[in-house]
């Protein structure tokens, strides 16, 4: 597997040491970390909705210095899903488009996490990582420009 940024294996390592109950426990503990979002970001026309997920999830991603930072907005009454876009987003504070790229889409299995929770749910975090993905690609082509 290729190398992880920093933030985002000390997580893992985290969930790799938990034990069943534990590792939703953490998850949630994640979900209320969700930062708010800066004034200056509107989920109506600032952010992009990751479709793919029940859960409307929306996202934005800024390239500052050649690392990204995303921002996530998430209903608070879906703490699980709530959850996973804040893992991403404090796992890949700062990771270069190229990081991002980089990561596993199955990244979670590393965290235990296909032992605790649905397929649903996890076919939701791949999807965000996707989504990701995408914005880092958008950010990798207009840098090319």
Excluded at 9 to 25: M, P, V
Excluded at 53 to 60: D, S
Aim: net charge negative; aromatic share 8%; glycine share 6%.
């Amino acid at each position: 597997m290729s190398e992880l940024p920093t933030q985002l294996q000390e997580i893992i390592e985290d969930f790799s040491l938990c034990e069943g109950q534990e590792k939703l426990e953490l998850l949630l503990e994640y979900s209320e970390r969700m930062p708010a979002l800066p004034d200056w970001l509107d989920k109506d026309s600032n952010m992009d909705q990751v479709h793919e997920c029940m859960t409307p999830v929306f996202v934005h991603a800024e390239l500052n210095d050649g690392g990204l930072t995303f921002y996530f907005d998430v209903p608070p009454e879906s703490p699980t899903v709530r959850g996973f876009p804040t893992i991403l987003g404090e796992g890949l504070n700062g990771a270069s488009p190229e990081q991002v790229l980089n990561i596993s889409n199955n990244f979670y299995q590393q965290m235990g996490l296909h032992t605790v929770l649905t397929t649903q749910r996890l076919n939701g975090m791949q999807a965000i990582l996707a989504y990701l993905k995408r914005l880092a690609t958008s950010h990798l082509q207009q840098a090319g420009e």
